[in-house]
């Protein structure tokens, strides 16, 4: 995820003059000079860069060069480590490549949909599209298929529907859902989007985020969300984090009561959330109470599978706060 500022600035005129510059061949020479910021973004890049330099100087080569695809994987990885949008010549110069060498590949990871412009914006960020590449690949594949058994088995036991979900930007994406058995149920479907301030499954994987990361959340929530509703979440984060759950009542649809879990991995952190909308009705099989234990056994045995540990709360569990901008936590 990212770590690090991107340098702002840039202009459409950058582009135009990219590709007058790619046409006739001629390059931009490197800025001599650079912020603190800059260069920790370099980070990764520069060590690559550097591993490659030590191989060719000892005369280590290869078995099969694709510099263009070099190239591709550097821009990708750089804009991974930044938080604000950059323009080509601003890769470039973080690259230690000419203009001329990065412009063609940004194009081509920009037509492909890898990269984008935010709207009003002339600097480029990645899209969602290698999240949603990772979806299909086997870590995210691994998340949902050991989730799926522990989730049926817990919608029948406590007789209410179940969805997992993870950060996507600053919105959650529900991953895996099961149905409740009941008649009358309430259920999100799978591929579904919110954004995180605004859910349980969100706010609580804020909480469960590594700092860098949580610092960027609040930074890009910031720009959009008044200065009062990141205060408001800075401590309801802290809130969730100190008792490991997060329970609202009424948030999204009145009669739902959202309870969430953390899934933790070996590192103390939530790469998902197991949430049940409790539905009180006159069919209702299994206490509240005894259906926040269910819950919480469930996110507990994922987690386990995930290599984490999950702490067990203090039962019977408490509402953690009112919806995003409202008095107190």
């Given at each position: 995820?990212?770590?690090?500022?991107?340098?702002?600035g840039?202009?459409?005129?950058?582009?135009?003059?990219m590709?007058a510059?790619?046409?006739?061949?001629?390059?931009?020479?490197?800025a001599?000079?650079?912020?603190?910021?800059?260069?920790?973004?370099?980070?990764t890049?520069?060590?690559?860069?550097?591993?490659?330099?030590?191989?060719?100087?000892?005369?280590?080569?290869?078995?099969y060069?694709a510099?263009?695809?070099?190239?591709?994987?550097?821009?990708?990885?750089?804009?991974?480590?930044?938080s604000?949008?950059?323009?080509?010549?601003?890769?470039?110069?973080?690259?230690?490549?000419?203009?001329q060498?990065?412009?063609r590949?940004v194009?081509?990871?920009?037509r492909r949909?890898?990269?984008?412009?935010p709207?009003?914006?002339?600097?480029?960020?990645?899209?969602?599209?290698?999240?949603?590449?990772?979806?299909?690949?086997?870590?995210m594949?691994?998340?949902?298929d050991?989730?799926?058994?522990?989730?049926?088995?817990?919608?029948?036991?406590?007789?209410?529907?179940?969805?997992l979900?993870v950060?996507?930007g600053l919105?959650?994406r529900?991953?895996?859902?099961?149905?409740?058995?009941a008649?009358?149920?309430?259920?999100?479907?799978?591929?579904?989007?919110?954004?995180?301030?605004?859910?349980?499954?969100?706010?609580?994987?804020?909480?469960?985020?590594?700092?860098?990361?949580?610092?960027?959340?609040?930074?890009?929530?910031?720009?959009?969300?008044?200065?009062?509703?990141?205060?408001?979440?800075?401590?309801?984060?802290?809130?969730?984090?100190?008792v490991g759950?997060e329970?609202?009542?009424?948030?999204a649809?009145?009669?739902?009561?959202?309870?969430?879990?953390?899934?933790?991995?070996?590192?103390?952190?939530?790469?998902?959330?197991?949430t049940?909308?409790?539905?009180?009705?006159?069919?209702?099989?299994?206490p509240?109470?005894e259906?926040?234990?269910?819950?919480?056994?469930?996110?507990q045995?994922?987690?386990?599978?995930?290599?984490?540990?999950?702490?067990?709360?203090?039962?019977?569990?408490?509402?953690?706060?009112?919806?995003v901008?409202?008095?107190?936590?």
């Open positions: 995820m990212t770590t690090a500022k991107r340098p702002s840039g202009t459409g005129a950058d582009d135009q003059k590709a510059r790619a046409g006739r061949g001629a390059t931009k020479p490197a001599k000079t650079a912020t603190a910021k800059t260069v920790a973004a370099k980070g890049s520069a060590k690559g860069a550097a591993l490659r330099a030590s191989k060719a100087a000892n005369g280590e080569k290869p078995a060069s510099p263009a695809l070099e190239k591709g994987l550097d821009v990708l990885e750089l804009l991974a480590t930044l604000e949008g950059v323009t080509p010549s601003q890769i470039a110069q973080q690259l230690g490549r000419s203009l060498e990065v412009y590949v194009v081509a990871l920009e949909g890898y990269i984008q412009r709207p009003g914006e002339e600097s480029l960020v990645l899209s969602s599209k290698l999240h949603d590449l990772a979806y299909r690949y086997p870590p594949r691994r998340l949902v050991a989730a799926r058994p522990v989730l049926n088995r817990v919608a029948i036991n406590a007789y209410q529907a179940f969805h979900a950060l996507d919105s959650i529900v991953v895996a859902q099961v149905d409740s058995p008649p009358l149920g309430f259920r999100l479907r799978v591929g579904t989007q919110n954004p995180a301030i605004r859910t349980a499954s969100g706010r609580l994987l804020i909480a469960y985020q590594p700092p860098a990361v949580q610092e960027w959340l609040f930074e890009a929530i910031g720009q959009t969300a008044p200065k009062s509703e990141i205060e408001w979440l800075k401590r309801r984060i802290e809130v969730v984090r100190s759950y329970m609202i009542e009424g948030e649809l009145k009669g739902i009561t959202d309870v969430s879990f953390p899934i933790l991995n070996a590192d103390g952190f939530a790469p998902a959330v197991l049940m909308p409790f539905l009180a009705s006159s069919t209702e099989k299994v509240f109470d259906a926040n234990r269910l819950l919480f056994e469930a996110a045995t994922i987690t386990g599978l995930l290599g984490g540990e999950l702490t067990p709360p203090r039962f019977p569990l408490v509402h953690t706060g009112g919806p901008g409202s008095g107190g936590r």
